[in-house]
């Protein structure tokens, strides 16, 4: 549907600027080529007005999805995000590479990721060593320096009068390099085998060893390949789950899942490790000059000559114009040669890039031996009634900012979120001593009578049990959607006015729990409600603020998107992923099922033997999935249903987050203690001093420096979370 379009990108196709990239609200994309740019411009103009989406900092408009490739990286605000570190080095190189024109939807235009690590063989390994990381100011080409010399002195000989001189004639990323990176896994072993005769490559090339791919990119002088981002999120892609036969090597050792550097135990391992190095402040200090060869000053020129960075002629963007070639067959030889020979991504800037800010200037205090004291701020409400929901939206460009709390009566509260130092003394604080006071209370709190009353007073069916999952907060804080009453709907409600916006039917038994997916900017989301009736429903939050059906122009009674089923018992618990299209959900008696939000079951997470009956669940963008079961159990799966971690502790947990980028775990229960966890080990982090109450309900501010708490006593309480911190004192020897 039009309404469910979220971006539109221009796009090449064969260096021709003639196709169209078109990205929906379930994050899934279709790439589009059509027959000349006058097609595409019309094409743009009859979609809707949404330009390449609401995450660049972009204006919505149309020219803007006609913008050249430049023009969005001049007008964007993601460099500048990324100098602050408000984004991480993963998440800026797929934005490059996005705008670049780099996709999933072409081989040949496959997203280009660097190889950052030259370690691939120590047992262990020092993330603090310089000598562990490559050098991201030269090309793979130039690394080595033999081959540097081989390369230059081509380039300095060259006598072919039919096509201009070049360092490399292999490009560092094409659809065969991609394929055979990822030749394990489908749909790719077939995209493989169609474009080879129905055959798998010499066992001798085929990708089979990290250290022996990183070996290869050093000494063979047609080898000069980068990697792809799969390498920092794909445990799979290193396993042959499928049992292909891809042969037996000259040293007769069978090819069949690939060797890992000794430093890592598994594959994911290996992709967590690599991900770290990626991130890692060596990493941070130089990448701008990996940037400049890629997509910079030194991808063409005088100055790629200099570099040792320059390529076929046919890779590069404007080389041929296929539109002349009025000659089929010549036409067909010479689309051939460009897939071939690979294509170098749309130059977006002809200056340097400027450096990443450094961790040190930044964040001072993580460096010093000084700690920031744990608790900010402690705040009681006047209902001491236990707080068992806190949704922290704290976007600076939301129009209020705030720490959105409901009690277990059902009473909530807007509790303005400020970002300025200084706040002593104001109304509603419960610690004078505290000097950074980011909440400041919503006088409207205690006021319960007359038209501003904050108590949904409507019937609940008493047998539930009010707890987090019971509500949803929209991104902008102006709606909490609750469910649990007994006509079996699940409600919406003005934080503004208290006042009931609508009600939503669609089960057969009462709503027991409620979901939402991480919103987009203008607000539209996923929302699931799972019920007694073991089934699950996806709905689509507008940002026009209602759930909406089929039909986006009637709110009235609106029909789920997709009834999700298999459950035996009651749906106690469940998160949506829209990053990955995922539904995951444990019922009262177990077990834990994943669906995809079109409604197709896809696996059970079977968890340990004593780990039967799931309570709470959190997902992170990239697949792994914390579920807490009863009696203090935990188990980490990655979401194809590997079981990878479990855990067993002493509290009745009530709350468990996951930080945004997944590595790290925060629990809370009826012990009063907040305790922080590696999520891929299970290992301790970090320990707060204990509250004097149980935790109910847990969030993080955008920042992920802020840690809110729900407390069984009425209060919340807000603490100081540095995960950089704890990478920097735990996680840097493996």
């Given at each position: 549907m039009f309404s469910e379009i979220r971006a539109v990108f221009s796009r090449r196709y064969l260096l021709q600027n003639t196709a169209l990239e078109v990205f929906m609200a379930n994050r899934t994309s279709v790439m589009f080529n059509f027959p000349d740019q006058a097609t595409v411009k019309k094409v743009v103009y009859s979609l809707p007005r949404v330009g390449v989406g609401t995450s660049y900092g972009l204006p919505q408009a149309r020219r803007i999805s006609l913008a050249t490739p430049r023009q969005l990286y001049k007008s964007s605000n993601m460099t500048q995000r990324w100098q602050r570190r408000e984004i991480s080095n993963f998440e800026y190189l797929m934005f490059l590479n996005t705008i670049a024109g780099r996709t999933y939807n072409d081989l040949n235009q496959y997203p280009v990721f660097p190889w950052v690590l030259t370690n691939y063989e120590s047992e262990e390994l020092d993330l603090t060593l310089p000598g562990n990381f490559r050098d991201l100011s030269k090309p793979i080409g130039a690394l080595n320096p033999k081959r540097a010399v081989f390369y230059a002195e081509r380039y300095e000989t060259w006598e072919d009068d039919q096509s201009p001189p070049y360092h490399y004639n292999t490009h560092y990323s094409t659809a065969t390099s991609t394929l055979s990176w990822l030749v394990r896994i489908e749909p790719f072993t077939t995209f493989f085998l169609n474009a080879n005769d129905g055959k798998f490559d010499h066992p001798d090339r085929t990708f089979s060893s990290v250290a022996r791919s990183w070996r290869t990119s050093q000494r063979d002088t047609s080898d000069v390949k980068e990697l792809i981002p799969e390498f920092y999120y794909l445990p799979e892609m290193f396993v042959n789950s499928n049992g292909y036969n891809l042969g037996v090597r000259e040293d007769e050792v069978v090819v069949n899942d690939v060797d890992l550097p000794p430093w890592a135990k598994k594959p994911e391992d290996f992709v967590r490790i690599n991900r770290m190095a990626?991130?890692?402040?060596?990493?941070?200090?130089?990448?701008?000059?990996?940037?400049?060869?890629?997509?910079?000053?030194?991808?063409?020129?005088?100055?790629?000559?200099?570099?040792?960075?320059?390529?076929?002629?046919?890779?590069?963007?404007?080389?041929?114009?296929?539109?002349?070639?009025?000659?089929?067959?010549?036409?067909?030889?010479?689309?051939?040669?460009?897939?071939?020979?690979?294509?170098?991504?749309?130059?977006?800037?002809?200056?340097?890039?400027?450096?990443?800010?450094?961790?040190?200037?930044?964040?001072?205090?993580?460096?010093?031996?000084?700690?920031?004291?744990?608790?900010?701020?402690?705040?009681?409400?006047?209902?001491?009634?236990?707080?068992?929901?806190?949704?922290?939206?704290?976007?600076?460009?939301?129009?209020?900012?705030?720490?959105?709390?409901?009690?277990?009566?059902?009473?909530?509260?807007?509790?303005?979120?400020?970002?300025?130092?200084?706040?002593?003394?104001?109304?509603?604080?419960?610690?004078?001593?505290?000097?950074?006071?980011?909440?400041?209370?919503?006088p409207l709190i205690a006021n319960n009578s007359g038209v501003n009353k904050r108590q949904i007073t409507d019937l609940v069916d008493q047998s539930i049990q009010i707890n987090a999952h019971c509500f949803v907060v929209t991104a902008d804080n102006r709606y909490i959607l609750i469910c649990g009453f007994w006509d079996k709907s699940f409600r919406v409600y003005s934080t503004e006015t208290g006042k009931l916006t609508q009600i939503v039917f669609g089960h057969w038994d009462v709503v027991t729990c409620l979901a939402r997916s991480e919103s987009y900017i203008g607000g539209d989301c996923y929302i699931v409600s799972g019920s007694r009736d073991a089934t699950l429903l996806l709905w689509y939050w507008s940002g026009r603020h209602h759930i909406i059906g089929d039909n986006p122009n009637s709110s009235d009674y609106p029909a789920p998107r997709a009834v999700l089923t298999g459950h035996d018992h009651e749906v106690v618990c469940v998160s949506v992923c829209a990053e990955l299209g995922l539904v995951i959900s444990g019922a009262k008696e177990g077990p834990c099922l994943v669906h995809t939000i079109t409604g197709d079951l896809l696996r059970a997470l079977e968890g340990p033997e004593n780990c039967l009956f799931p309570r709470l669940i959190s997902v992170s963008s990239e697949g792994h999935c914390i579920i807490y079961y009863e009696r203090g159990r935990f188990s980490n799966f990655s979401i194809n249903g590997k079981l990878l971690a479990q855990m067993e502790i002493n509290d009745s947990t009530r709350a468990i987050l996951l930080s945004s980028d997944g590595q790290n775990l925060v629990t809370g229960g009826d012990n009063g203690v907040v305790e922080v966890w590696q999520a891929c080990d299970f290992k301790q982090l970090y320990i707060y001093p204990g509250c004097d109450a149980g935790i109910r309900a847990m969030d993080l501010s955008h920042d992920q420096r802020t840690l809110i708490t729900g407390m069984a006593s009425g209060s919340i309480v807000a603490f100081n979370i540095d995960f950089n911190r704890w990478h920097y004192e735990h996680q840097n020897r493996y």
């Open positions: 990626l991130e890692s402040e060596f990493v941070s200090c130089q990448l701008h000059q990996w940037i400049d060869l890629i997509f910079g000053y030194k991808q063409r020129g005088p100055e790629a000559v200099r570099a040792l960075n320059v390529f076929h002629y046919l890779t590069y963007e404007g080389s041929v114009n296929l539109d002349s070639i009025t000659d089929p067959v010549l036409r067909e030889a010479m689309e051939a040669q460009i897939q071939n020979f690979g294509q170098t991504p749309s130059q977006l800037l002809i200056e340097p890039h400027p450096p990443r800010s450094s961790a040190m200037h930044l964040s001072p205090l993580m460096f010093k031996d000084q700690m920031q004291q744990d608790v900010i701020m402690v705040l009681k409400f006047p209902s001491n009634s236990p707080v068992t929901h806190v949704a922290a939206n704290t976007l600076p460009h939301l129009t209020i900012p705030a720490v959105v709390t409901v009690t277990c009566s059902r009473l909530f509260a807007v509790n303005r979120w400020h970002n300025t130092v200084g706040l002593r003394g104001a109304p509603g604080y419960s610690l004078d001593q505290a000097h950074h006071l980011p909440i400041e209370m919503d």
